[in-house]
């Protein structure tokens, strides 16, 4: 790396003086302000897309979505399980990324807004995490995700590998020791 970046940019400065006719740094100062705005137009779309996610009727349509699954799948959670995740779904868009469903809640905010104690809740959410209701994605954040969603989501991923098997003869081999297990 040079002081000022690596030999890239260099290279993309001397470019464009050639084909400019300025000089060196002239063309340094073009290339730089050409980046600086570039990159204020990606955190600006980054920005807008962001907004765009977090409008209030797709956080309304996130949570409804997410509750009925809840309510429908995750009926046999414990009682407190479910109060904090219907907690964290009040809780919607206030994550650090686009995605309505990521939150940011600390246990202490979490037990205060279920009533519940904190230890209950650290367990509740590591319950959640362990039925796939759950990920814990950083330091007091979590993004709520719908299992059965995820089942589908991964299965659709499993269909479109073209060739899934590598060594046909260790599968089958596997297959064959699955077949003989007791059930």
Known sequence: MTKNGSNAHKQRIR??????GLSYRA???????ADQVLNGHLEWVAEANRAWQLRPEAIADEREYYLWHLFDEGADLPACTQACLYALV??????????????KCTIDELAAATGLHDATVEESLHLARAHGWIIFTAEGEYELVVPSEQIRIGKMSLEHIDEPVED????DRLRERIAAEPR
């Open 15 to 20: 470019a464009h003086a050639a084909a400019t």
């Open 27 to 33: 063309a340094a100062r073009v290339v730089e302000h």
């Open 90 to 103: 009040d809780r919607f868009g206030t994550g650090d990324r686009a995605d309505p469903c990521e939150v």
């Open 168 to 171: 046909g003869a260790a599968y």
